[in-house]
C-alpha cells in the first residue's frame, strides 16, 4: 500500500549534511585558530610580567582544543517540523452575514 507523502516545505526542511558538517568545520577552524594564536600571545605576555593575561591565554590555548572537538563533533540533531501550516487554519473564522 503507497502511503502519501506531504510536501517539503522550505521553511520546515532540515539542513542538509553538508551544510551542517561545514558550519561545523568552521566552527572548529575558528577555535583552532583562536588557539593558535593564544599560545605564542600567551608566552609573550607571561615573559613581559603580564602575568594574569598570560594565564588566561595560556588558559585558552590548553582548553579550547577540547570544546573545539566537542562542537565539531555535535551534529544538528533539529529535526524538521511535522509539515508546513496551512495559513487558512492561522485566520479567525469570517464574521456571519446574520451579525453585519
Given at each position: 500500500m503507497p502511503t502519501e507523502r506531504r510536501p517539503q516545505a522550505v521553511t520546515s526542511a532540515p539542513r542538509s549534511?553538508?551544510?551542517d558538517r561545514d558550519g561545523r568545520m568552521r566552527a572548529y577552524l575558528i577555535a583552532m585558530s583562536i588557539r593558535?594564536?593564544?599560545?605564542?600571545l600567551s608566552v609573550w605576555a607571561l615573559l613581559s610580567g603580564h602575568i594574569v593575561i598570560g594565564c588566561i591565554?595560556?588558559?585558552?590555548a590548553i582548553l579550547l582544543p577540547s570544546f573545539a572537538v566537542m562542537i565539531a563533533n555535535n551534529p544538528d540533531?533539529?529535526?524538521?517540523?511535522?509539515?508546513p501550516v496551512s495559513p487558512v487554519r492561522a485566520l479567525p473564522?469570517?464574521?456571519?452575514?446574520?451579525?453585519l
Open positions: 549534511r553538508r551544510e593558535i594564536a593564544s599560545f605564542p591565554l595560556a588558559a585558552a540533531h533539529r529535526h524538521a517540523s511535522a509539515g473564522p469570517a464574521p456571519r452575514h446574520d451579525d
